[in-house]
């Protein structure tokens, strides 16, 4: 494995060439040619390989245990005591990978839709900021899948989602909604975003967001108890109890929401751009809104580990907002200064969640799977 230092310079690098291959020329964002395909392909080559050869990350022990769980399942099996709650995409993908018999596909795999949903999601938002909007995606978000890999694999389908929220689908918002909550079934809490913004093409009125984003933040911060409300229900699930379970602290965990101040700085700043977001584009004003409830849902991290995470959705769009940030201003100075600073947070915020806290347990990169996982 790498050491903590070359591990997060790694990162940096590896997905940093990604996002050059992706904007190096024009054809990549313009022209479908042969040299642009080429070069998409060999820049989502980069973060996949890299997903498919991780074994670090807090959870992912525990996914290549149950892949090989899953994997052992007779198929006429694999349904039994399961309802629409039990996250049957997981379920089915697991064990369709299952006959690969190879732990390095289903990771792969998991990395290649997590980046296929949010490829089609930029080209609908931000595509002229392709390779901005990727490297912001990649160390903000990505990596993240070490972590949470069917939560970050949930919260990409989301951000595609939103596609059909502007053009007001709603039967294709809700498949991709319920594919996400078969995936982590924390994501269905996002079909509420389908009715604040209007057939006129804007959110609804600010007294109600304001209703919408208190009645959240306080759901979040009760969590464990709203959850506990559905025991020895009839359609209660062992996986939708396991949630209750994670939202207690058990020693210094508490101490581990720090990204809440990094979250809060970051929504001021929307919130001092906000107006001018909006004049770049329009659809930004929803995703201002959804991350200003990403911030106040991030306060229950303090109460809540779960909790906060259930902010992931709500925060995804700011990498479009993040990107659009330099366009705010006129002049070439400006833009490129707001750039820099947009990347100089990135990768701050990285460096401080990651490398210096050890959030995730993403750093160090280890690839060298365990006796057991060898197959």
Known sequence: MFSEFNSWLFYLLSLGLSSYLLGV???V?????FLSTLLVLSAYAIPIIIGAYHVCGTDTLRYMQNYFLIRRIPKEELFTGLTLFSELGHRVLTKFLGYFNNVRVYLGVYSALTIIFMHKANQKFNPEAIAMVSYIFFIQSFLSSFNGMRQTLATVI???????VFKKDFPKFLFFVLLASSFHLSAFI????????????????????????????????????????????????????????????????EFNNYSFYLNLLVGVIFAIHHTRLVKVNKKNSLFAFL????????????????????GWYFRIPSVWLLADLPNCYNDHHSKWTARLLVLLYVILRFTITSYILGQSDIIPYIWILPYWART
């Open 29 to 33: 964002q313009k022209r479908k040619t």
């Open 190 to 253: 996002m079909i509420f975003t389908y009715f604040i913004w209007t057939k006129n093409e804007k959110l609804l009125h600010w007294p109600i967001l304001m209703i919408i984003l208190v009645v959240i933040a306080s759901m979040s911060i009760g969590l464990t108890d709203f959850l506990g409300l559905f025991s020895e229900m009839e359609f209660e699930t062992e996986k939708l109890q396991s949630y209750v379970g994670f939202g207690k602290y058990s020693g210094k965990e």
């Open 25 to 27: 020329t024009p054809e």
């Open 158 to 164: 989301i951000a595609y989602s939103f596609v059909y």
């Open 291 to 310: 991350y200003y409830i990403s911030v106040a849902i991030g306060f229950s991290g303090f109460i809540n580990p779960y909790a906060k995470r259930i």
